[in-house]
C-alpha cells in the first residue's frame, strides 16, 4: 500500500499535465515555440436569427428615433399635419399615430375610416402596420358586418380630396420621389 500512493500520484500529475498541455522544462532552458497551452479557438457567438436587429449602439440611442415618410411629410407641411389632426381625438398625438406608416395617402385614409367607424386608430395601425394589410383588408378584419368596401372607397377618396388641395409636394415626397 505505501507503494501505491506515490504510483498513482504520479499518474494523476501525469494526466494532468498531458490535459492542459503544459510541458515541465528544466530550469535555464528555453521552451519550444510549439510548448505552453493548447491554442483554444475563442469562443464563437451565437448566430441571430435571420432579421433580427442588431443591438442599438450608444451612438444610435442618443439620437432621436428615425422618422418614418409620413412622419417627416406631417412635420413639413403643418396645414396638412392640422386637418388630420382635426379628424384624430383630442388625445392623440399625432406622431405617435403616423408612427410606421409609410404612404401619406393610407394613413390619412385610416385616419378616416378611424373617425367615420368609429374605431380607434391603434387598431387601424395594428392591422396596417403590424400586420401589413391593406385599408379594405383592415376594415374587414374590424367591422366584418359593415360596407367595408364602401367604407375604405370613401375613406380613400377623402384621403386624396385632402392631400390634393395643395399638398401635392407632400404626397411626392411621402411616395419617395422627391
Given at each position: 500500500m505505501p507503494r501505491l500512493l506515490p504510483a498513482v500520484a504520479t499518474t494523476v500529475m501525469i494526466v494532468l499535465m498531458a490535459?492542459?498541455?503544459?510541458?515541465?522544462?528544466?530550469?535555464?532552458?528555453?521552451?519550444?515555440?510549439?510548448?505552453?497551452?493548447?491554442?483554444?479557438?475563442?469562443?464563437?457567438?451565437?448566430?441571430?436569427p435571420r432579421g433580427a436587429r442588431r443591438p442599438p449602439?450608444?451612438?444610435?440611442?442618443?439620437?432621436?428615433?428615425k422618422l418614418s415618410r409620413v412622419?417627416?411629410?406631417?412635420?413639413?407641411?403643418?396645414?396638412l399635419a392640422a386637418a388630420v389632426v382635426a379628424r384624430l381625438?383630442?388625445?392623440?398625438?399625432?406622431?405617435?399615430?403616423?408612427?410606421?406608416?409609410?404612404d401619406i395617402v393610407q394613413f390619412v385614409a385610416a385616419v378616416n375610416a378611424s373617425r367615420t367607424l368609429g374605431i380607434p386608430m391603434r387598431e387601424f395601425s395594428r392591422r396596417m402596420v403590424g400586420d401589413?394589410?391593406?385599408?379594405l383588408l383592415a376594415i374587414q378584419d374590424l367591422r366584418?358586418?359593415?360596407?367595408?368596401?364602401?367604407?375604405?372607397r370613401r375613406?380613400?377618396?377623402?384621403?386624396?380630396?385632402m392631400l390634393a388641395?395643395?399638398?401635392?409636394?407632400?404626397?411626392a415626397l411621402a411616395k419617395g420621389k422627391g
Amino acid at each position: 500500500m505505501p507503494r501505491l500512493l506515490p504510483a498513482v500520484a504520479t499518474t494523476v500529475m501525469i494526466v494532468l499535465m498531458a490535459d492542459t498541455g503544459f510541458a515541465v522544462q528544466a530550469p535555464g532552458t528555453a521552451a519550444p515555440r510549439h510548448a505552453g497551452p493548447k491554442a483554444t479557438p475563442e469562443p464563437r457567438r451565437p448566430a441571430r436569427p435571420r432579421g433580427a436587429r442588431r443591438p442599438p449602439t450608444r451612438k444610435q440611442t442618443a439620437s432621436s428615433p428615425k422618422l418614418s415618410r409620413v412622419q417627416v411629410t406631417l412635420q413639413r407641411d403643418p396645414a396638412l399635419a392640422a386637418a388630420v389632426v382635426a379628424r384624430l381625438p383630442p388625445s392623440s398625438n399625432l406622431m405617435e399615430v403616423s408612427a410606421g406608416f409609410e404612404d401619406i395617402v393610407q394613413f390619412v385614409a385610416a385616419v378616416n375610416a378611424s373617425r367615420t367607424l368609429g374605431i380607434p386608430m391603434r387598431e387601424f395601425s395594428r392591422r396596417m402596420v403590424g400586420d401589413r394589410m391593406p385599408l379594405l383588408l383592415a376594415i374587414q378584419d374590424l367591422r366584418p358586418k359593415s360596407h367595408y368596401r364602401t367604407a375604405a372607397r370613401r375613406a380613400e377618396d377623402e384621403a386624396t380630396a385632402m392631400l390634393a388641395s395643395g399638398e401635392a409636394p407632400a404626397l411626392a415626397l411621402a411616395k419617395g420621389k422627391g
